[in-house]
């Protein structure tokens, strides 16, 4: 069974930088692709990138394009999302999901999800 935990989320001002992680249990991260969604208050869940596990292809949303950037530790059994230059439009739940690559991405197991608030 696919266990997958967020860490690394927290408040920040605008501008500013975070990195997520998402540790894989129950099956090697390079065997599955993981993707990284997000869930605004009041809003629908929405994907933000996902990494393949075969070609280490990437997708990333238009709105973190050039902002955010996906990666995966294969040793730690680790993906990350940096992202960067942060805007209060950023503050959601982010969650990591492991599943098919597709296109499009096909979640099948989803962890507990990390707050990210960014405001001055």
């Given at each position: 069974?696919?266990?997958?935990?967020?860490?690394?989320?927290?408040?920040v001002?605008?501008?500013?930088?975070?990195?997520?992680?998402?540790?894989?249990?129950?099956?090697?991260?390079?065997?599955?692709?993981?993707?990284?969604?997000?869930?605004?208050?009041?809003?629908?869940?929405?994907?933000?990138?996902?990494?393949?596990?075969?070609?280490?292809?990437?997708?990333?949303?238009?709105f973190?394009?050039?902002?955010?950037?996906?990666?995966?530790d294969?040793?730690?059994?680790?993906?990350?999302?940096?992202?960067?230059?942060?805007?209060?439009?950023?503050?959601?739940?982010?969650?990591?999901?492991?599943?098919?690559?597709?296109?499009?991405?096909?979640?099948?197991?989803?962890?507990?999800?990390?707050?990210?608030?960014?405001?001055?």
């Amino acid at each position: 069974q696919v266990q997958l935990v967020e860490s690394g989320g927290g408040l920040v001002q605008p501008g500013e930088s975070l990195t997520l992680s998402c540790a894989a249990s129950g099956v090697s991260s390079d065997l599955v692709a993981i993707g990284w969604f997000r869930q605004a208050p009041g809003k629908k869940r929405e994907g933000v990138s996902c990494i393949s596990s075969l070609d280490g292809g990437r997708f990333y949303a238009d709105f973190v394009k050039g902002r955010f950037t996906i990666s995966r530790d294969n040793v730690k059994n680790k993906v990350y999302l940096q992202m960067n230059s942060l805007k209060p439009e950023d503050t959601a739940v982010y969650y990591c999901a492991a599943g098919d690559y597709g296109p499009p991405f096909g979640p099948f197991s989803w962890g507990q999800g990390t707050q990210v608030t960014v405001s001055s």
